[in-house]
């Protein structure tokens, strides 16, 4: 997962909006959202290290993972950060538990951001720093730094959130996937510099990217949709590597 947008009791019709794009190299497998066998997860499934991106159970819990670019910290012997979704949507243990564990693990992963709670209590783990940060009210973005750090894309995609939620009398999945389809490319005084060739740090700067030279690019769209009384909707996108749609699946719990 490499960007992701929330929206917190900005609308009546959704308390809670997320919507996210899932970036990853085309040649990785993975199968859509589905009802995880003898577990109440709900996710789609990482093939080759068997965690999930993004996530919830149909008691309401969340989970989502965006990685922090940072090449020079990157550990070959890393775990597998997928597995800190799974672990969070299944675990019955205490919240603060749950958090001193992150805190006590973190080296053992190359560094990343862990969104996870409920749609009253959502709260941000940033791996490098340590520091849990809650998410209140209002519009937010989590790219590959901390949450509403001013990256051109995080930027772009909460204007064009906060613009359709104050413009639409009904908000609908399917426009909030378009909105994640946005493939212009920031310039370049305003690129982030994360230690990557400038090259490469253009090509990832859209909102929905498609990098066939560097094989990799958005491979699906997520939306999820939180009713007042408790409803979820899980709305999934999937594209090819021509950034072509690929397939839809909608899940309601």
Same mark, same amino acid.
């Given at each position: 997962?490499?960007?992701?947008?929330?929206?917190?009791?900005?609308?009546?019709?959704?308390?809670?909006?997320?919507i996210?794009?899932?970036d990853e190299?085309?040649?990785?497998?993975?199968?859509?959202?589905?009802h995880?066998?003898?577990?109440?997860?709900?996710?789609?499934l990482?093939l080759?290290a068997?965690?999930?991106?993004?996530?919830v159970?149909?008691?309401?819990k969340?989970?989502?993972?965006?990685?922090?670019?940072?090449?020079k910290?990157?550990?070959?012997?890393?775990q597998?950060?997928?597995? #800190?979704?799974?672990?969070?949507?299944?675990?019955d %243990?205490? =919240?603060?538990?749950?958090?001193?564990? @992150?805190?006590?693990?973190? !080296?053992?992963y190359?560094?990343?951001?862990?969104?996870?709670?409920d749609?009253?209590?959502?709260?941000?783990f940033?791996?490098?720093?340590?520091?849990?940060?809650?998410?209140n009210?209002?519009?937010?973005g989590?790219?590959?730094a901390?949450?509403?750090?001013?990256?051109?894309?995080?930027?772009l995609?909460?204007?064009?959130?906060t613009?359709?939620l104050?413009?639409t009398?009904?908000?609908?999945?399917?426009?909030?996937v378009?909105? #994640?389809?946005?493939?212009?490319?920031?310039?370049? %005084?305003? =690129?982030?510099?994360?230690?990557?060739? @400038?090259?490469?740090?253009r !090509?990832?700067?859209p909102?929905?990217?498609?990098?066939?030279?560097?094989?990799?690019?958005?491979?699906c769209?997520?939306?999820?949709?939180?009713?007042?009384?408790?409803?979820?909707?899980?709305?999934e996108?999937?594209?090819?590597a021509?950034?072509?749609?690929?397939?839809?699946?909608?899940?309601?719990?």
């Amino acid at each position: 997962m490499c960007v992701l947008f929330i929206a917190k009791n900005v609308s009546t019709q959704y308390p809670l909006i997320i919507i996210a794009n899932r970036d990853e190299f085309y040649q990785r497998p993975a199968k859509p959202i589905a009802h995880w066998q003898d577990s109440p997860i709900v996710a789609g499934l990482d093939l080759e290290a068997g965690g999930t991106w993004l996530g919830v159970t149909a008691a309401g819990k969340i989970s989502a993972l965006t990685n922090i670019r940072d090449p020079k910290s990157l550990k070959n012997n890393a775990q597998s950060r997928g597995e #800190l979704v799974t672990s969070f949507l299944v675990c019955d %243990q205490t =919240l603060a538990i749950f958090k001193s564990q @992150l805190q006590t693990s973190a !080296a053992s992963y190359n560094g990343y951001n862990l969104l996870f709670g409920d749609k009253d209590n959502l709260q941000v783990f940033h791996s490098a720093t340590q520091r849990f940060t809650t998410v209140n009210a209002g519009i937010h973005g989590l790219s590959n730094a901390q949450l509403n750090s001013p990256w051109p894309k995080v930027t772009l995609g909460k204007q064009l959130l906060t613009d359709y939620l104050i413009n639409t009398r009904r908000v609908c999945a399917d426009e909030l996937v378009e909105l #994640l389809r946005n493939n212009i490319q920031a310039p370049d %005084q305003s =690129l982030p510099d994360t230690g990557i060739p @400038l090259t490469i740090e253009r !090509a990832l700067s859209p909102l929905f990217i498609n990098s066939t030279e560097n094989n990799y690019g958005t491979r699906c769209t997520s939306v999820l949709l939180f009713s007042p009384t408790g409803g979820i909707s899980f709305h999934e996108v999937s594209y090819d590597a021509q950034g072509e749609v690929s397939g839809k699946k909608q899940i309601t719990l």
